[in-house]
């Protein structure tokens, strides 16, 4: 953007009378810029010229801010105002219209600058309203969700980067930052009531376990091991319908709990594991006695005999009191094995005796047998006929029914048994 300084021949633009006045010429005509007494006229003109020289380095150092863009516009107008005053009435030896007008040069590049400005600040306008919508949008989530915890760090440091960004055009600042804040206040409102409520709760909570606790202190102790299991079970299932109490206060109140649990079930455990070393000489005996039965019993031959059997081996099964807890289950299970096996031949029994089932049955073979003797003869009449295919599909049809018929008698054998 600087010029050449031009020519520097102070000829050209001053001159020094006898009396060592120096002037300087310029478009406007010939000014004095004043005297240096006690010097020559070359060192009264160099003496101007040096102040030129610093005039064009003032204008020189101002064109390199503009180019750098390190001045705004307006800032740069009224530089160029002061230094176009500053030429005007200049002291100083120079082509100073050349000066003036390097300075109107610069003019046209401010439009330029100021233009190019315009375009940033709206670019850096539109992508703070972006950013601020993001921020928005952001904070319009979190106020309707219930992340109580995260969510109130997550304002935090929405609100620091607001305060960071620079404003926008007051009208969609303003309706952004409302947004924003409307966000904020519905969350803090919806996370006050939620942790006041959560409170109640947890009021609610800890009173119950509280109340269960004291219901359990003298459970603990008990030496009723059916009963009192049960009810422990059914304060563990309020313990659970309590829900939760604050999480230090819900750790104590468990650990109190828990101690008085484990004192009943720690005692009854070591009774009921004395109570099994007594047991097992039962569950022996009671598993010597099964396998004799099981090996006379099934497979059931007799039914009556069965029953009787059956009905002695549970007589003295009971007369051998209890067994191990770990063995009850096995045990029983083999006792309803005999009873299911002596049940079911009972009813096979039943259902090989009964009499109108027998009739039935030989009412079928009756009612096939008659069918096909009745086809037989309708085969013989076709084949006597000459009428090979008729009597080739009724023999098919006997065929059909002769199977039928064999099923029909294994099932009257079974009651002719």
Do not use: C
């Not at 001159?15 to 010939?30: H, K, L, N, Q, W």
């Amino acid at each position: 953007m600087s010029e050449p300084a031009g020519p520097t021949n102070p000829a050209e633009f001053g001159r020094v009378d006898p009396d060592g006045t120096v002037y300087v010429r310029t478009s406007e005509g010939e000014r004095s810029v004043g005297q240096v007494p006690d010097s020559t006229p070359e060192e009264a003109l160099s003496f101007f010229l040096r102040r030129f020289e610093t005039l064009e380095g003032e204008v020189a150092l101002f064109e390199a801010r503009v180019a750098a863009g390190s001045v705004g516009p307006d800032d740069a107008r009224k530089r160029i105002a002061s230094l176009h005053a500053s030429i005007r009435v200049a002291n100083a030896v120079g082509d100073l219209d050349a000066l003036a007008a390097r300075l109107d040069r610069i003019e046209p590049k401010l439009t330029e600058l100021a233009d190019a400005r315009r375009a940033e600040r709206a670019q850096a306008a539109e992508q703070t309203r972006a950013e601020k919508e993001r921020m928005v949008a952001e904070a319009e989530k979190l106020a309707a969700g219930n992340d109580w915890r995260g969510g109130v760090n997550r304002f935090r440091a929405l609100l620091d980067e607001w305060k960071v960004l620079p404003r926008i055009d007051r009208a969609t600042d303003d309706a952004l930052w409302h947004r924003f804040s409307t966000a904020r206040t519905t969350y803090t409102r919806r996370r006050k009531a939620q942790f006041a409520a959560q409170s109640e709760k947890f009021t609610a909570a800890k009173l119950t376990k509280e109340e269960i606790i004291e219901e359990a202190r003298p459970l603990a102790d008990s030496t009723d091991w059916g009963a009192t299991s049960g009810t422990f079970r059914d304060l563990m299932a309020r313990w659970k319908a309590a829900g939760s109490a604050s999480h230090a206060d819900d750790d104590a109140l468990w650990t109190q709990f828990r101690g008085l649990q484990d004192r009943f079930f720690e005692a009854r455990n070591a009774s009921l594991t004395e109570q099994d070393g007594e047991f097992r000489a039962n569950q022996e005996a009671k598993e010597k006695l099964l396998a004799e039965a099981e090996a006379d019993i099934t497979p059931v031959r007799d039914v009556k005999v069965a029953r009787t059997k059956l009905r002695d081996l549970l007589t003295r099964y009971n007369q051998l009191g209890k067994v191990p807890r770990d063995a009850v289950r096995p045990l029983d299970a083999r006792v309803h094995a005999l009873e299911s096996a002596v049940r079911e031949a009972e009813e096979a029994e039943w259902r090989r005796t009964d009499p109108e089932a027998r009739q039935r049955a030989q009412d079928t073979v009756a009612m096939f047998e008659t069918q096909i003797a009745k086809l037989q003869a309708r085969a013989d009449a076709a084949g006597a006929a000459g009428r090979a295919k008729d009597a080739a599909r009724t023999r098919e049809s006997i065929a059909s029914y002769t199977q039928l018929l064999d099923q029909a008698r294994a099932t009257l054998a079974d009651f002719e048994r």
